[in-house]
């Protein structure tokens, strides 16, 4: 089965733009035109692909070929300028906040010594990120899942520790003995998705507290644990200084949590891709503590 890369694009671009009008826009062309590449592929595929809905979204079916078109436009944007074009070559892909905000800071410095590389990061949980490759919306992405999506390599990176810590003086306030009242220390998470805190309550046979506070920041989040606001989850590289200034300290009796991490790419022949793979890697091998 062969499809039209011309009709791929649409697809994509509606993926992207969420009407057929802005679509249209996009690609310079008519609505109308848009609407017959549509039904085009739909046609070639023998399925619907796009639902006709506001904003248009596209199908379970679709999602194979808008990976597909994804595709074909790193491929195509590398060609042209490898001859000598001035094609900019997208990357989309996924991380999670706190690698962003830390390790991950020296594949930044790597890809703006190159040129002609635009970079389209998507902010998003590493329990969450393999969605984004399946529906093909990123091209690589760091995921907590060991497991490669299909069409995909998957290379584990490291793990992260993340630490149970407060505020000295917000411990004090809750202490209950040797341990502090799990049920009564307000609490932070990062979003609706963390549940790293939870993991420890569980362990502790607690439940959340009454008062937990959102703080969707890597660093606001670091700071508002360091103000007192709530005890939460902190990374070592932002904890190890603090504990030896007195600004945070552990909680008696909850253990650490390393959250594994993994490299997960599309199996294309991308020297761009593979550039930035092995970007990712070294910084991995560099900050990240190794995988038991």
Known sequence: ?????????????????????????????????????????????????????????????????????????????????????????????????????????????????????????????????????????????ITGEPDAVQGCAVVPLGRVRYTPAAAPWLVDAHRRGRSVDWQRLPMVVFNEKDHLQDEVLAARRATRPPVVHRVPSTADFHEAVRAGLGWGMVMDPQLEPDLAAGDLVRLPGARPVDVPLYWQR??????????????????????????A
Not at 267 to 277: E, G, H, K, M, Y
Not at 281 to 289: P, V
């Open 1 to 141: 089965m062969r499809f039209d890369p011309a009709q791929l694009e649409t697809l994509v671009a509606i993926s992207e733009e969420g009407t057929f009008e802005a679509a249209a826009r996009r690609l310079h062309v008519t609505p109308s035109a848009v609407s017959q590449r549509i039904r085009a592929l739909e046609r070639a595929a023998g399925q619907v692909l796009v639902g006709r809905t506001t904003p248009a979204a596209v199908t379970t079916a679709g999602e194979p070929l808008v990976r597909l078109g994804r595709q074909l436009r790193l491929l195509a944007a590398e060609a042209a300028a490898t001859l000598g074009g001035e094609d900019v070559v997208e990357l989309p892909v996924a991380v999670n906040a706190d690698s962003l905000a830390t390790w991950l800071r020296p594949v930044l410095s790597a890809v703006a010594r190159t040129p002609g590389v635009a970079l389209r990061l998507r902010v998003e949980d590493q329990a969450y990120s393999d969605d984004l490759l399946r529906r093909g919306e990123v091209l690589a992405a």
């Open 266 to 291: 599309w199996r294309l022949d991308s020297p761009v891709l593979a550039a930035f793979t092995d970007a990712v890697l070294t910084a991995a091998a560099q900050c990240l503590r190794p995988l």
